[in-house]
T-cell receptor, first 113, second 109 residues
């Protein structure tokens, strides 16, 4: 158990819809990173939030957006869903030091039909 | 070419065998993670190392910064070690993780 939780665990959407995934960080962690893991591949970095501000972004289009709240929980929003968005979405929290261990949540498995 | 490459992609072993998984990277890093992912998706961090060697139980991780190469060793492998092992380079000013594709390990009794 890492203390990082994600909801929902599974989700089915159709093309064009919007989805919000949630992540609750480990206590005391002010940094959260989101990753997308397609089937059979390693995770890909989407973005990172540090103290409610986006702190870095990978090669994902603007329809992938996020929020971090004052309690350091976080949301990943994806608009205009495409079939290729089907993946496991992982969040990882850390305390903001460098370098540091990231603690992963169990993931949300999204299927877009 | 991916920035983080792992080999082999798939590995099958008999219980008790010594296992080595290799990771090479081409980016500048502040540290390298070895992670374990079980079916269902949950990822557990095994090691974070920036030099030398770390050991935890039957797991040993080494890194050679000059050669940009790391290895994960499992001694006396057991069926419960069956999982996907992923190396990830911690890179960039904001500690972005760049992942390898993973090595799928199956240990048979």
């Amino acid at each position: 158990e890492t203390g990082v939780t994600q909801s929902p665990t599974h989700l089915i959407k159709t093309r064009g819809q919007q989805v919000t995934l949630r992540c609750s960080s480990q206590s005391g962690h002010n940094t959260v990173s989101w990753y997308q893991q397609a089937l059979g591949q390693g995770p890909q970095f989407i973005f990172q939030y540090y103290r409610e501000e986006e702190n870095g972004r990978g090669n994902f289009p603007p329809r992938f957006s996020g929020l971090q709240f004052p309690n350091y929980s976080s949301e990943l929003n994806v608009n205009a869903l495409e079939l290729d968005d089907s993946a496991l979405y992982l969040c990882a929290s850390s305390s903001g030091g460098s370098p540091e261990t990231q603690y992963f949540g169990p993931g949300t498995r999204l299927l877009v039909l | 070419k991916n920035e983080v490459e792992q080999s082999p992609q798939n590995l099958t072993a008999q219980e008790g065998e010594f296992i080595t998984i290799n990771c090479s990277y081409s980016v500048g890093i502040s540290a390298l993670h070895w992670l374990q992912q079980h079916p269902g998706g949950g990822i557990v961090s095994l090691f974070m190392l920036s030099s030398g060697k770390k050991k935890h139980g039957r797991l040993i991780a080494t890194i050679n910064i000059q050669e940009k190469h790391s290895s994960l060793h499992i001694t006396a492998s057991h069926p419960r070690d069956s999982a996907v092992y992923i190396c990830a380079a911690l890179s960039g000013g904001y500690n972005k993780l760049i992942f390898g594709a993973g090595t799928r390990l199956a240990v048979h009794p």
